[in-house]
């Protein structure tokens, strides 16, 4: 979708306090808008579609309980090249 934003303006905010019983997310990502779209559709009652900015931004208003932030540490030099033996030898392509 063309929107005449620059991916700088194409952002993702996501907005809670300690009080709030839920997240506010929104979102120009695609991948993150197909997500948050499909789990209001299977769980209604922890999240729904809030609003659609028509320049291609999405908001949802999801459970707090059903939110979660995964930080992940870096592979090791050592896990990375393990990784790597196993995707060649698994036939898979593409970084790991």
């Given at each position: 979708m063309k929107t005449g934003l620059t991916k700088?303006?194409?952002?993702?905010?996501?907005?809670?306090d300690e009080a709030s019983k839920t997240v506010e997310i929104q979102t120009h990502n695609t991948?993150?808008?197909k997500r948050l779209?499909?789990?209001?559709?299977?769980?209604?009652?922890?999240?729904r579609q809030t609003d659609d900015d028509e320049q291609g931004g999405l908001t949802f208003e999801i459970d707090r309980?059903?939110?979660a932030v995964r930080l992940t540490a870096p592979y090791?030099?050592?896990r990375r090249h393990a990784?790597?033996?196993?995707a060649k030898k698994n036939g898979l392509k593409g970084r790991v």
């Amino acid at each position: 979708m063309k929107t005449g934003l620059t991916k700088r303006q194409k952002t993702t905010c996501i907005f809670f306090d300690e009080a709030s019983k839920t997240v506010e997310i929104q979102t120009h990502n695609t991948d993150l808008k197909k997500r948050l779209t499909r789990y209001a559709a299977e769980h209604p009652d922890l999240c729904r579609q809030t609003d659609d900015d028509e320049q291609g931004g999405l908001t949802f208003e999801i459970d707090r309980k059903r939110f979660a932030v995964r930080l992940t540490a870096p592979y090791s030099d050592e896990r990375r090249h393990a990784a790597s033996e196993l995707a060649k030898k698994n036939g898979l392509k593409g970084r790991v």
